[in-house]
């Protein structure tokens, strides 16, 4: 068919001739088939929804067929002016109900009722009409939106007839992209926008027919009008996203089917990686500079503004989804970016939204580009490197021109004012906020904010976020420079609160975006905070305190130099300002400005928290930088917002019920970072607690609401943060070990008084549930055994919340196919057979969930082997969780709980609680939960994140080492881990070992690139630490799960263990992935056997030798030596035989020279005294000890004997440390050691062990200390009574009273 010249209706297939039109005197009930009456009942419809009715009565191949033909009638009498009155709303009902049926023949026949064969011919039968219809050409608003509509029909037939037939749907997809041509050529708007829906809705289908030719010939016409611009820039964009999609479907599971790839594709996905030869690449290459000229001669009318930003927004997401298209060459990438800020530079005389609206869409799209990272390799390319040409003239050869052209502006180099991005949203940083500065004051605080909270300041507001994502993207070397310029020409250029509160979040955005790079300037930055903090504006004071307030979050990030490494310079932002900070933070505590003063006390907690560069890090802050000031502070509250009168509830306003939540906040944090330096203000308590019945009346068991008191959201807030605060303070004065718990105890048992009794009324919208039951758990931590009486009151409730089932809901999305779609929330997805759905998950229940399991960890900790009798339901409740798809905070909480319920398991069963019935709830609970976490941390996926990874590995750790280190009265283990789980658990573990390893492998490759400054280095290390860790806890879990099983592992460790570390050992140079093969090699050859010994003592002595022969650079090398010093003595214990002569005096050699650090140095003062004794121990294996593999080819042992009595007693490891001192005693017996020549040495050695053994430290056996009490008495046979009093005399008092009490 040819692109259509002239107007032409549709001719009826036969099938049409059997649609009958009844007359409107028969009524709708006679109405057997769709028809002209019913679309207009349903357009119309009465009570009952009859019509509907009776549509769906109809037959779907009826309903498909008789719906098509209705649109060609329809559409044939377009031009009739008395039918085309009405004709608008049934085309649109009638395509809109057809796109739903097609929709519905992409279901299985239990759905549709049709086979699969009879489904595909339906859609035949409707393809070639739809089509037809589409390209039919008429003038009219009307005939516009038809088309439009049944475009949509066309582009869900695509997605149908793949779903069912693939084949079909294919050689559908090349008829429909044939047909599109002369129009896509056109520049017909309609053609494009179906281009842009076919695209969208069916990637995989569209980009398996078609090619980088078939799409270029789609795209040669010439735009005449923006509209069409915009519709043809749409579907480029939409065509590339579509080859990333079905790229990234072909490259997923093999196994998938239509539907679920159909499902797959429709999820946008970030893409990473631009391939300047792939199809997209090729397309912008040969059609995006002249687009993107085109639009910019369009940007000097000013008109239009929504078609310009709906631009934007294609090249914004086309910059997420696909960025080859729009950077595959040097000519792209300037074509993109000189549009892009001719956009963003259109002057706004006279400040139309919809013109700064644009602007801010244009720094959106370079926000996005530059997110991506090769895209920023190629900006921050050096001028020296070879790069795109020059766009600002002449510029110096050190500075990236492309990163010149975008902070300074395209004027820059021809000494133009400075107009690149910082510059801009620096501007509307400052003209962005609400003029109305009184009516901003006036208004109350809110406990949360709103969609309408900062509504009049969105612009600013935006603009801020977008600078931050520059200095973030572009890195703070490049970009501080030019701000602080900014800043100083705002600060300069007048004193309106507008740029003084510009100034502050600009500075703001900037310490978080780039905290290294940020360092110098702080001291700078807390002056310019304090100066504007005594400002009269609460605009400026509010900014100032966030500004403080995230300085004092970042209080210790700590600046690296060029290549890296710590320059030691930190920001001490308490240490040198604190006082002055703190001075101006309780005069604002008083504002009348209820916004001010709510910031001022969320300040002073931001203050008590620490930092690490990151906010609510809960790093204790030491007390000295606090508890000089809790007086001078609690006064400031005292006096302000405490001291509002509570005595009628109704009187208080909004505002003030918001300061007052913060201030009991503030009080709260203050508290717990004094800890019981608090006691001198305890009296603040009776407050508390009458703050916690605040609107309510106590009778008897019954707590209720107070006549005439109406119970708000903030009314309940303000009481749960009383009770909440109640807690806390009492568990900070009771001291770390409860020595001040009786001060404590009846206000604790009036909290749980309040607590019980809310509980059991049911009645809890009184206070939240969720700081109800935080305030229990803190009190249990105070109590301990004797909260156990309220358990039977409070786990029910936490249980409840566990297994309330999730409200999960699937609703037609009445917005599909809307271009102008408002969301309120959940997702949208289009299920085949189904259509498109809205699926909605109530996120309320899954912060119950995650806050109960809070809950239950701080109960289960709290009570310990008291917790016993409540192990099973908490089990029973909370492992599901552990696998709850729909949040990961769900899933890391529940983990960490179920840690602590099992850990109270094994406490109870290690001291024979006849409650816990042997070893039962222990070892029943270790298999599934063990199991439950490894399978979880299978699912996660390597983007989600870390932090949820991070939880659950180290609640399978934490569960692994409680099995391990747990024993009843008679020596076995309360929870024994079988083989056939240990092979299955580790197998997993090692796969994800090595997934943690190739992430940690691709971060530290990145932070070699040039492109990255310290604090994109620093944000690497930050994320490899923390794969580090995570590495870690697996590592432990098989570690301790070998150390059980000992020889029985040895077969786990060949088939799934080895392999990997075997690799490690030989060619990985991360010193953190060589640690954790040293690490479980050392632990196979000491537990494993001596066959396993023998078989891996060579390959670990390879690593061994490869670690010791590493410079120490840092504590993970450290660590690593230690671990490689360890496995030493574990060879020469366990497989002597393989320590090749030559090896073993190397080995001694070092780990001697390591050693003897303690001849020169107190063991007290030395830096890594763990390596250093674990040096001893192998030097002592292997040379000195009985069967050790080098004693008879060392000569001379006196030095060697020297530096192991220098050493003793070793206190690191106390394994190692038993063996050593019963060597002692063989090196004594043996004569080996000279008793007269050594008593002075070994007394005080002999005398120490003793006193740390009777303290408790596990670091002899008693045969051992009956060994050395005998030493002690051949030293008094042997040496004179004088000298051994002198050796005595200058022993510690401890020592001197554990050897008289070992020879009485």
Known sequence: ??????????????????????????????????????????????????????????????????????????????????????????????????????????????????????????????????????????????????RRQIGHCIAELCGSLSVVSPENGREWMKSVLGRLQPGCIAMDIMYLKLLTDIAEQSPVTLWSVGDTATFSA????????????????????????????????????????????????????????????????????????????????????????????????????????????????????????????????????????????????????????????????????????????????????????????????????????????????????????????????????????????????????????????????????????????????????????????????????????????????????????????????????????????????????????????????????????????????????????????????????????????????????????????????????????????????NSITEGSLTVLIRAIGAV????????????????????????????LEKSGQVIKLSANVKNTHEMSMLRGSAIEAASIIGQAVSGPEGENVSIYSKDASEIMTIATTLLNSGNTDVIPMDQLLAACARIAAVMGSQYVQFMPLVLPHILQRATEKLEVSVTDDETAGNDNTNDEGGYSVSIPGMGAKKVKINTTQLEEKAQSARALYEHARALGKDFVPFVEASATAFLPLVHCEYSGDVRSTSAQALCQVFKAACLSAAANDPANNARGPAQTLLPVLAKALTKQLAKENDDDDIEIRYAIADALSEVMWDAFEHTAANGERVAQILVADAREIVWGLMSLMQSCLSRRSTLLSEMA??????????????????????????????????????????????????????????????ARAKLAAVCLFDDCVEHCGSSAANTYAPVLLQGIKDALDEKVNNDRDVELKQAAVYGIAQVARHAPKSIPSALGQE?????????????????????????????????????????????????????????????????????????????LCDLVESNSINLQTQYSTLIPIIGKILALVSEGDDIASQGSCSRLTGVMHRIQQTVDANS????????????QQAIVAAMQ
């Not at 709260?668 to 703050?691: R, W």
């Open 1284 to 1295: 051994i009093q002198v050796a005595f005399s200058i022993m510690e008092p401890d020592a």
């Open 218 to 649: 789609l795209f040669h016409g010439q735009s005449s009008s923006l509209e069409q611009l915009e519709a043809s820039l749409g579907a480029l964009c939409q065509v590339g996203i579509a080859y990333e999609k079905a790229k990234r479907v072909s490259e997923g599971n093999k196994e998938t089917n239509e539907v679920e790839r159909l499902l797959l594709a429709q999820f946008p996905e970030n893409c990473t990686d631009v391939n300047p030869n792939s199809p997209p690449a090729h397309l912008g290459k040969l059609f995006l500079p002249n687009m993107l000229e085109a639009l910019v001669t369009h940007t000097t009318s000013q008109t239009q503004m929504d078609v310009l930003s709906n631009c934007m927004s294609h090249l914004s997401t086309c910059s997420n989804q696909c960025p080859s298209l729009l950077a595959g060459d040097d000519t792209c990438l300037l074509a993109l970016m000189r549009g892009c800020t001719s956009i963003a530079q259109i002057t706004n005389t006279q400040n139309d939204e919809d013109v700064t609206f644009l602007r801010l869409s244009a720094l959106d799209v370079f926000a996005t580009i530059t997110a991506v990272p090769q895209i920023k390799r190629w900006i921050m390319k050096p001028a020296s490197s070879p790069s795109p040409a020059s766009v600002v003239g002449d510029v110096e050869q050190s500075v990236s021109p492309l990163l010149q052209f975008l902070i300074q502006g395209a004027d820059a180099g021809n000494g133009g004012d400075q107009k690149g991005v910082l510059y801009l949203c620096a501007e509307l940083s400052v003209t962005g906020v609400d003029d109305d500065e009184e009516n901003w004051s006036n208004e109350p605080a809110q406990v949360y904010d709103t969609e309408s909270s900062w509504e009049d300041d969105h612009i600013a507001l935006h603009a801020e976020s977008l600078l931050e994502s520059f200095v973030e993207n572009l890195g703070g070397a490049s970009t501080l420079p030019s701000i602080f310029q900014l800043v100083e020409s705002l600060l300069t250029a007048s004193s309106l609160w507008k740029n003084q509160r510009a100034v502050l979040s600009m500075l703001e955005r900037c310490l978080a975006a780039a905290p290294v790079t940020f360092v110098p300037h702080v001291p700078a930055t807390v002056d310019v905070a304090l100066r504007l903090i005594q400002s009269g504006s609460a605009r400026v004071q509010y900014q100032a305190l966030q500004l403080l307030g995230s300085l004092c979050c970042a209080n210790s990030v700590v600046e690296t130099d060029a290549a890296g490494g710590s320059t030691g310079q930190q920001i001490l932002v308490r240490e040198k300002y604190g006082g002055t900070i703190l001075e101006a933070v309780s005069h604002l505590i008083k504002s009348h400005c209820t916004k001010v003063a709510s910031h001022a006390c969320l300040t002073v907690v931001s203050y008590c928290r620490g930092g690490n560069g990151s906010e609510n890090c809960m790093v204790p802050i030491e007390k000295g930088l606090i508890v000089p000031h809790v007086g001078n502070l609690l006064d400031s509250l005292r006096s302000g917002p405490l001291a509002v009168d509570l005595s009628n509830p």
């Open 1147 to 1223: 080995l001694l050699m070092k780990v001697y020279n390591i050693a003897k650090e303690v001849e020169t140095m107190q063991k007290g003062d030395i830096e890594h005294i763990a390596l250093v004794e674990n040096a001893v121990s192998s030097m002592a294996s292997l040379a000195l000890l009985r069967g050790s593999p080098l004693c008879d080819s060392v000569s001379d042992k006196g030095p060697l004997i020297n530096v192991f009595l220098c050493g003793l007693p070793l206190e690191e490891d106390f394994a190692e440390a038993k063996i050593c001192h019963d060597g």
């Open 1 to 146: 068919f040819a692109y259509p010249t002239a107007n032409k209706s549709i001719a009826l297939h036969p099938y049409q001739s059997t649609i009958a039109t009844p007359s409107h005197s028969k009524g709708i009930q006679t109405i057997m088939s769709v028809t002209i009456e019913l679309i207009d009942s349903m357009l119309a419809p009465t009570p009952g929804q009859p019509a509907e009715t009776l549509y769906r009565s109809i037959p779907l191949p009826n309903r498909v067929r008789e719906l098509t033909s209705l649109l060609g009638q329809l559409s044939g009498n377009v031009n009739n002016a008395a039918f085309n009155n009405s004709n608008g709303g049934r085309v649109m009902l009638a395509a809109v109900l057809l796109r739903k049926e097609i929709t519905a023949l992409a279901g299985n026949e239990t759905m549709t009722g049709l086979p699969s064969a009879q489904a595909v011919s339906l859609m035949g039968e409707i393809a070639e009409p739809l089509v037809s219809l589409f390209t039919t050409q008429q003038d009219g608003v009307v005939v516009k939106q038809s």
């Open 668 to 695: 709260a944090c203050l508290a717990d970072a004094v800890g019981e330096d608090f006691l001198p203000h305890y009296g603040i308590m009776s407050g508390l607690t009458a703050c916690a019945l605040f609107g």
């Open 1009 to 1070: 690139d040039y492109s990255f400054d310290n604090d994109e280095i620093a944000r690497c290390e930050e994320r490899a630490q923390a794969e580090a860790e995570y590495l870690t806890h697996l590592v432990d879990s098989v570690g301790y799960q070998l150390k059980v099983l000992g020889e029985g592992f040895a077969p786990v460790f060949e088939e799934s263990v080895a392999g990997l570390l075997k690799q490690i050992i030989t060619a990985n140079h991360d």
